[in-house]
C-alpha cells in the first residue's frame, strides 16, 4: 500500500493532486522515515529546527502558501505515516502562517510569509491558556493600545514550537468585557522584548511544546492582523481551513499502522499457521481498512469544498477531524494488538504512532467540541 494512495479518493482529485502524492509519498519514505525518533525532548527540538530547514528547501510548505488544502492533506498524510515530528513541523507552519494568509496586513505577510514557507523562520500559534482551553473566549491575555504600540501582558500554555519558533501568532484581549468580540490577533516575533519561554511541556512522543508569557511586551500596531476585535474570527476561520488536514494525519498514521499489521499478520505463525488466517485477525483487519476509508472520504471531501473557495467549512471539517482521529486511535490500537508483544517496543513504528496519535483527538478543537459543531449546525438548519 502507497502512503498517500490517491487511489480510493480520486473523485476528489485533480490530475496534479496524484503526481503530488506520488511525489510527496516517495520523498517521505526516502528521506523523512528513515530518521530515528530523538531520545529526549531536546533532541525532539533539533530535530524539528533540522526538519523545517530541510522541508523548507525541498518545497513541503508550498501548499500552505497556496491554500491549497487536498494537497496540504496529502503532504500530512505521508509525513505523519513516516515520522509524527515531521508532521507536527508541517502543521505549525500551516498553523502559525495561515493567519497572515487570511488577513489583510501586508506588511507582516511580507516580512515573515515567504521565510516560514521556505523553511528559514518557523512558526507558532498561541491562542490556549491555563483559563482558556476549549473555551478560546476566555482568553485573558491583555493587549493594551499604548501609542503606536500594544502591550502585552499574560501567558501561554500547551504551545507548539514554544521557545524553537522565530515567531508566534498569538491571540489577546484588547477589550476583556466583549468576550470573543474583544480578541484580536498579532504577530510577535521571538526575540521581542517583554516575550519568555517559560518551561517545556513534555509528551510521550516527541513534540517541542511549552509555555510562554508577556511580560509589558510591547509590539508595534503594524503587527495586529486584523481590525481589532477580529482575532477570534481569524483563529476559528484559520482552524476550520486546518481541521481536515489534522484528520489526513490520522488517516497517515493508521494507513501506516494498517500496512505493518497485514504484514505482521502474514509472517506471524501461531498454532501451526499464520495469524492473518484467524477470523479474529480478520474481523479486526476489515475493520481498520473500513474505518480507514471512510475517514479518508470525509477528509478529502472536506479539503475538496475548502479548496472551492467555500466561506465556511466548519461543519464538514468538524465531521472529518471528528471521525478520522477517533477512527485513526482505534486502528492503532488493533495494530498493536495483531502485533502483540512487538507492538508496544519503544522502537516500533506502530508504537510511535500509538504514542503520537493520541494528541490528534485533543489539538486544534477536541472531539467533543467537534461534535457540539456539527450539532450546532444540524440544530440551525433543521430550524430553517
Ligand atoms: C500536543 C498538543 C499540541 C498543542 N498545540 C497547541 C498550539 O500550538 N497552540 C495552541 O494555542 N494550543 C495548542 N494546544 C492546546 C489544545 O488546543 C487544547 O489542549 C485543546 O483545545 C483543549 O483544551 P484543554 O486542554 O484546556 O482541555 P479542556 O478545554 O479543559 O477540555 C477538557 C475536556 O473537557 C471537554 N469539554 C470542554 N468543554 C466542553 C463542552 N462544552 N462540552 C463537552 N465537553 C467539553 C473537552 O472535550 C475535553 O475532553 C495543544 C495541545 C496538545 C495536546
Redesign the pocket.
Known amino acids: 500500500m502507497k502512503i498517500p494512495d490517491p487511489g480510493p479518493i480520486r473523485a476528489f482529485l485533480e490530475e496534479r493532486h496524484a503526481s503530488f502524492a506520488g511525489e510527496m509519498g516517495a520523498l517521505a519514505a526516502r528521506a523523512i522515515a528513515p530518521k530515528p525518533e530523538p531520545p529526549d525532548d531536546a533532541a525532539a527540538r533539533r530535530d524539528a529546527r533540522a526538519l523545517l530547514a530541510e522541508m523548507g528547501a525541498a518545497g513541503w510548505f508550498e501548499p500552505i502558501r497556496r491554500q491549497d488544502w487536498r494537497s496540504c492533506c496529502l503532504a500530512r498524510e505521508a509525513l505523519a505515516a513516516s515520522s509524527p515530528l515531521a508532521d507536527a513541523v508541517f502543521a505549525?507552519q500551516a498553523?502559525g502562517t495561515l493567519p497572515m494568509l487570511l488577513a489583510p496586513n501586508a506588511a507582516m505577510r511580507e516580512r515573515w510569509v515567504a521565510d516560514a514557507i521556505g523553511g528559514r523562520a518557523m512558526a507558532?500559534?498561541?491562542?490556549?491558556e491555563h483559563v482558556a482551553?476549549?473555551?478560546v473566549a476566555a482568553i485573558a491575555t491583555a493587549a493594551r493600545r499604548d501609542g503606536r504600540h500594544y502591550v502585552l501582558n499574560g501567558a501561554?500554555t500547551?504551545?507548539?514550537n514554544a521557545g524553537i519558533a522565530d515567531f508566534y501568532t498569538v491571540f489577546a484581549s484588547t477589550d476583556v468585557a466583549a468576550g470573543a468580540k474583544g480578541i484580536s490577533a498579532f504577530i510577535v516575533p521571538a526575540d521581542a522584548p517583554g516575550l519568555r519561554f517559560v518551561r517545556p511541556q513534555i509528551?510521550s512522543a516527541p513534540?517541542p511544546?511549552g509555555e510562554i508569557a508577556f511580560q509589558d511586551c510591547r509590539v508595534p500596531t503594524e503587527n495586529r492582523l486584523e481590525e481589532e476585535g477580529r482575532g477570534f474570527a481569524l483563529g476559528m476561520k484559520t482552524l476550520d481551513r486546518l481541521r481536515a488536514t489534522v484528520g489526513a494525519a490520522a488517516c497517515g498514521m493508521a494507513s501506516r499502522s494498517l500496512v505493518e499489521a497485514l504484514e505482521h499478520a502474514r509472517g506471524r505463525r501461531q498454532f501451526g499457521k499464520p495469524i492473518a488466517e484467524f477470523q479474529i485477525t480478520q474481523q479486526k483487519l476489515a475493520r481498520m481498512a473500513t474505518d480507514l476509508m471512510a475517514a479518508r472520504l470525509l477528509v478529502y471531501r472536506a479539503a475538496w469544498i475548502a479548496d472551492q473557495g467555500a466561506e465556511r467549512v466548519a461543519l464538514e471539517a468538524a465531521m472529518a477531524k471528528a471521525f478520522a482521529t477517533e477512527a485513526a486511535q482505534r486502528i492503532v490500537d488493533d495494530a498493536v494488538q495483531i502485533l502483540g508483544g512487538a507492538g508496544v517496543m519503544a522502537s516500533h513504528p506502530v508504537d510511535r504512532l500509538y504514542r503520537a496519535v493520541r494528541?490528534l483527538r485533543?489539538?486544534?478543537?477536541?472531539?467533543?467540541?467537534q461534535h457540539?459543531v456539527i450539532a450546532g449546525q444540524l440544530l440551525r438548519d433543521s430550524t430553517e
Do not use: P, R, W
Open positions: 505549525l498553523l507558532a500559534f498561541a491562542m490556549t482551553g476549549s473555551d501561554k500547551y504551545i507548539s509528551l513534540h511544546l494528541t485533543i489539538y486544534e478543537g477536541t472531539t467533543e467540541i457540539l
